[in-house]
C-alpha cells in the first residue's frame, strides 16, 4: 500500500530556509493532492498547504508569504520550503494525503520528522 | 479561517464508559467533518470522514454525529486503545482548520 516518509534537516538556524522532501511509496504521486501539516510540540495541528500532481498549489494565507510546495515527480516526491523560520516553526511537520478525490481529510499519513529553529 | 472549538480538553473516563466530544465551528461547514485519534509521538489517525462516515477498520464503537455547526464523536464503551488525544478538522473551507484536541485520560 501507498506509503509516506518524511526526511529533511533536524535543525535549522533562525532566519534560515526549512526545506523538507515527503517521498511517495508504493503508489503513484498521479492524481492526488499532497499536503504538510505541522505539529508544534504539545500543542494542536495546522495544515500548511497542499500541491495537485498537476503543479496547481493552495496555501494557508498565515504562511503563504513563506511557503513554497513543489512536486518531484520522476522521483515520486513533494517537497516544503518554509523561509524566513523563527522558534514558532519549531514543529512536527507531517506530509498526508485524502484518497478521496472530492473531500479534504487525511487518511494517509507519514510518521512525521521534528524540526527543531535554534542557533 | 473557521474556528473549530472542541469540548472537553480534557476527559477522565474509566474503561466501559461511554464517552462523548463536541466540536463546534465558528459558521456552518455542512457535513464536512473528520475526526482523528492520535497518540503520543505518532501521526493523527482518521476515524469519521463527513461528520458520520466510519473510516474502513475502525471498530465501530466509534461513530460521528452533527452537521452545521455542532459535531459529536461518541466512545460506545472505552476500551484501553483509545485512550489518547482526539481532533476535529473541518474542510468545508480552505485554509482546513483543526480543533485544539481533546485528551481521553484514564479515570
Known amino acids: 500500500q501507498v506509503q509516506l516518509q518524511e526526511s529533511g534537516p533536524g535543525l535549522v538556524k533562525p532566519s534560515e530556509t526549512l526545506s523538507l522532501t515527503c517521498t511517495v511509496s508504493?503508489?503513484?504521486?498521479?492524481?492526488?493532492?499532497w499536503s504538510w501539516i505541522r505539529q508544534p510540540p504539545g500543542k494542536g495541528l495546522e495544515w500548511i498547504g497542499y500541491?495537485?500532481?498537476?503543479?496547481?498549489?493552495n496555501y494557508n494565507p498565515s504562511l503563504k508569504s513563506r511557503v513554497t510546495i513543489s512536486l518531484h515527480t520522476s522521483k515520486n516526491q513533494f517537497s516544503l520550503r518554509l523561509s524566513s523560520v523563527s522558534a514558532a516553526d519549531t514543529a512536527m511537520y507531517y506530509c498526508?494525503?485524502?484518497?478521496?478525490?472530492?473531500?479534504?481529510?487525511?487518511?494517509?499519513w507519514g510518521r512525521g520528522t521534528l524540526v527543531t529553529v535554534s542557533s | 479561517d473557521i474556528q473549530m472549538t472542541q469540548s472537553p480538553s480534557t476527559l477522565s473516563a474509566s474503561v466501559g464508559d461511554r464517552v462523548t466530544i463536541t466540536c463546534r465551528a465558528s459558521?456552518?461547514?455542512?457535513?464536512?467533518l473528520a475526526w482523528y485519534q492520535q497518540k503520543p509521538g505518532k501521526a493523527p489517525k482518521l476515524l469519521i470522514y463527513?461528520?458520520?462516515s466510519l473510516e474502513s477498520g475502525v471498530p465501530s464503537r466509534f461513530s460521528g454525529s452533527g452537521s452545521g455547526t455542532e459535531f459529536t464523536l461518541t466512545i460506545s464503551s472505552l476500551q484501553p486503545d483509545d485512550f489518547a488525544t482526539y481532533y476535529c478538522?473541518?474542510?468545508?473551507?480552505?485554509?482546513?482548520?483543526f480543533g485544539q484536541g481533546t485528551k481521553v485520560e484514564i479515570k
Open positions: 498526508a494525503t485524502t484518497s478521496s478525490h472530492s473531500q479534504w481529510y487525511f487518511d494517509l
Open positions: 508504493g503508489g503513484s504521486i498521479s492524481g492526488y493532492y
Open positions: 500541491i495537485y500532481y498537476s503543479g496547481s498549489t
Open positions: 459558521q456552518s461547514i455542512s457535513s464536512w
Open positions: 463527513k461528520a458520520s
Open positions: 478538522q473541518q474542510y468545508d473551507t480552505s485554509p482546513w482548520t
